[in-house]
C-alpha cells in the first residue's frame, strides 16, 4: 500500500507517534504507530516511517484492521473539526494578548527611545559642527604645509643660482 491512501480527503493526515515493536519500515528503522485524520479514516491508526519528511521511506500498513464508520466516524470527525476551530480560536486569543501585553511594554521603549533620540540627535549636531571645524583647521594646515614646502623649493632654486653665480664669478 502507499501513503496516498490515507490522505484522500483530509488536510491534517497524521498525528501521534508511539513506536511500533517490531514493525520495520523501508529504511529497517522501527515504525512508529501514527493516526490518520483525514475524512476518510479519522482516528484509524497506521505504521508509518520514524522520519515522514524524509520522502525517501514511503512505508504505510494500516494497525486497525477496520475502518471507522457510522456514529464513530461522524464523532471523530466533529471532534476534529471542533479541536481544530478551539486551535484557531486559541491562536487568535494569544496573539492579542501578546500584543496587548506587549504594546505598553513597547510605549515604554518608545519614550525611552524618545528621550534618547533627542539627546543623541544635539549629541549628533555637537559632532557635526565640531567635524566641519576640523575640517577647516586641515584645509587651514594643508595650506601652510603647502607654503613651506613652496618656501623651501624656492630657497633651494636661490641657493643653486647663488651658488652657481660665485662659482662662475670664480672661476
Known amino acids: 500500500m502507499n501513503r496516498s491512501s490515507s490522505s484522500e480527503a ?15 519500515c ?3 528503522k522501527l515504525s512508529v504507530v501514527r493516526k490518520s485524520w483525514t475524512d476518510d479514516n479519522p482516528g484509524r491508526r497506521f505504521y508509518g516511517c520514524p522520519n515522514p519528511k524524509s520522502n525517501s521511506c514511503d ?5 486497525d484492521i477496520g475502518r471507522p464508520y457510522g456514529w464513530q466516524k461522524t464523532s471523530l470527525l466533529e471532534a476534529r473539526d471542533l479541536i481544530r476551530e ?13 500584543r496587548d501585553g506587549k504594546e505598553e511594554e513597547n510605549k515604554k521603549l518608545r ?14 549636531l555637537q559632532l557635526e559642527n565640531e567635524n566641519k571645524k576640523l575640517k577647516q583647521e586641515l584645509a587651514v594646515s594643508y595650506g601652510k604645509e603647502k607654503m613651506g614646502r613652496q618656501f623651501v623649493i624656492i630657497s633651494w632654486v636661490g641657493f643653486v643660482c647663488v651658488t652657481a653665480v660665485v662659482v662662475n664669478a670664480l672661476k
Do not use: P, Y
Open 86 to 98: 478551539q486551535e484557531e480560536e486559541l491562536k487568535k486569543l494569544r496573539a492579542m494578548v501578546g
Open 59 to 63: 512505508f504505510f500498513k494500516w494497525f
Open 10 to 24: 483530509g488536510s491534517n493526515a497524521i498525528s501521534g507517534g508511539m513506536r511500533s515493536g517490531d514493525v520495520r
Open 26 to 28: 523501508l529504511c529497517a
Open 111 to 124: 519614550a525611552m527611545i524618545g528621550c534618547d533620540a533627542k539627546e543623541m540627535e544635539s549629541k549628533m
